[in-house]
């Protein structure tokens, strides 16, 4: 059971696909590692496991070839979005005990492909903020230190890569959320092109800020979870469908970027100083490889103004659970709603318009280079007792998301990024490598991070047993 926590997704998959192992041997190593781990780290706060072995006998009964992309390979959900049957609780004392009724389209799709749901994965409330705790669950913990924050607001998909609990995992990424706590944890995170993910629509039905996407601990592997979430579905009306790609077949094709820009901040001060210092160290590394290095970046310095307006227009929907339960929500979710509440026709204009001048920016940068290359989080990860960062190289942050700039600068330009190790600090925690790609360059961007990813040379650097 221990050699199957430590191969690979695209490793256990192959075993399935040829039946040397079965998805309920999946499901045993899993139970047993999350029984030895997930105490010191709260990353899987709700199990599925009965649920889970109806559906992996259900796809045993059917021969290899017609399982699916995913063969039977566990699947952890962020727990955000319904799994039919489980609880999902949004990290809200609100839905303290909801047991969702239906699944999300995300997950129908998932199972669908043959993917196995097991567990959801913790969330701050409502994924509002960037570290992982909330009043039903508690905190989750950094694996590399465990006094330290995992970030969020997928940080429980992120721990359970690091640990050994998942080799995919499901996330959502509006501020970085799938970017920050794969830096953080030393792991993978993808944020795609709004649409090539389909998912539940809720409530603000043409939204291209928030979307769904994949984890893992290498590119690979976050290409072959991919694969499996991307496609058109009716009832999201902003879902692309398909054009036939293989992202893993991306990401193996040996395509390498020419010129490559560089840049420590985007921009966007601050950053911590060995935080950029490694980025660069990292780009180093692919000029050393032949590639063109250049330090550039496009204009995004509207990035805060926007989108703390555009941010706060998204949460202004959460006006009736203000209304009818504020004194369960967290001051961030309360002041990020009433921030909503209080703007003007003017500002949201202007913010639109912001952002359409930034998009623009950023596919112009894409006719000089083939990548662009940014520190993920502005910092290392920081104490777990700390609600979010307050202060990097001598700047003060005014509000729970300022830190995050460097990430809502990439989401409000509508380009895909991917989030993959580049070091480690003095103290050995790890770094991300933010991996910036034109609109809808996927493919790009995978077979650009996996260059990447095999240039810097880290090797496997997860599974880890939790480190205090």
């Known amino acids: 059971m221990t050699d199957l926590i430590r191969m690979t997704a695209m490793e256990i998959v192959a075993g399935l696909r040829g039946g040397a192992i079965t998805p309920l041997d999946c499901l045993d190593a899993l139970e047993r590692r999350i029984a030895a781990v997930n105490p010191a780290v709260n990353a899987l706060p709700t199990l599925c496991f009965e649920r889970a072995r109806g559906h992996a006998r259900a796809l045993m009964e059917k021969p290899p070839a017609a399982r699916g992309a995913l063969a039977g390979l566990p699947v ?7 799994v039919a049957g489980v ?4 990290g809200s004392p609100i839905f303290r005990d909801r047991v969702a009724e239906t699944s999300d389209v995300l997950v129908r799709h998932l199972e669908g492909r043959g993917g196995v749901v097991y567990a959801m994965s913790n969330t701050p409330e409502f994924g509002a903020g960037a570290h992982t705790f909330n009043e039903v669950f508690g905190l989750t913990r950094n694996p590399w230190n465990t006094k330290l924050s995992a970030s969020g607001s997928s940080g429980g998909a992120a721990v359970a890569l690091a640990t050994g609990m998942a080799w995919v995992g499901h996330g959502s990424d509006l501020g970085g959320s799938l970017r920050n706590p794969a830096s953080f944890c030393g792991v993978t995170g993808l944020r795609p092109s709004p649409g090539r993910v389909a998912a539940t629509v809720f409530s603000k039905i043409d939204s291209t800020l928030g979307v769904e996407g994949p984890m893992a601990r290498n590119v690979t592997d976050l290409a072959l979870i991919f694969d499996a979430m991307v496609g058109e579905e009716p009832e999201d009306p902003l879902s692309l469908p398909s054009d036939g790609t293989s992202y893993v077949a991306a990401a193996r094709s040996g395509w390498r970027p020419r010129r490559i820009a560089v840049s420590r901040d985007l921009g966007l001060p601050p950053v911590d100083r060995e935080v950029a210092a490694l980025v ?12 063109i290095v250049e330090e550039a970046h496009p204009d995004l310095s509207e990035t805060r103004d926007c989108a703390q307006v555009l941010r706060a227009l998204a949460y202004a929907n959460m006006k009736p659970l203000l209304d009818q339960h504020r004194d369960l929500l967290k001051p961030e979710v309360v002041w990020n709603i009433e921030r909503g509440l209080a703007l003007t026709g003017a500002e949201i204009a202007r913010a639109e318009a912001q952002r359409g001048a930034m998009v623009r920016r950023m596919r112009a940068v894409f006719e000089t280079y083939d990548l662009l290359l940014c520190p993920t989080t502005i910092v290392p990860p920081f104490p777990a007792d700390q609600r979010y960062v307050t202060e990097c190289d001598g700047v ?18 509508g380009s895909p990024a991917v989030s993959i190790p580049c070091g480690f600090t003095r103290t050995g925690l790890p770094v ?7 609109g809808r360059g996927e493919a790009r961007l995978f077979a650009g991070a996996r260059f990447i990813e095999e240039a810097l040379g880290l090797g496997v650097i997860t599974p880890i047993e939790p480190r205090s």
Do not use: N
Not at 76 to 82: S, V
Not at 87 to 90: F, G, M, N, V, W
Not at 284 to 290: F, I, Q
Not at 396 to 413: E, P
């Open 87 to 90: 609880r999902c609780t949004q």
């Open 76 to 82: 952890p959900i962020k727990d955000l979005i319904d």
């Open 280 to 291: 660069l160290a990292a780009a180093g590394k692919l000029a050393a490889e032949g590639v």
């Open 396 to 413: 003060q942050f005014s509000s729970y998301v300022d830190w995050l700039m460097i990430v809502h600068a990439v989401t409000l330009t």
């Open 432 to 438: 991300g490598l933010q991996v910036v790609a034109p």
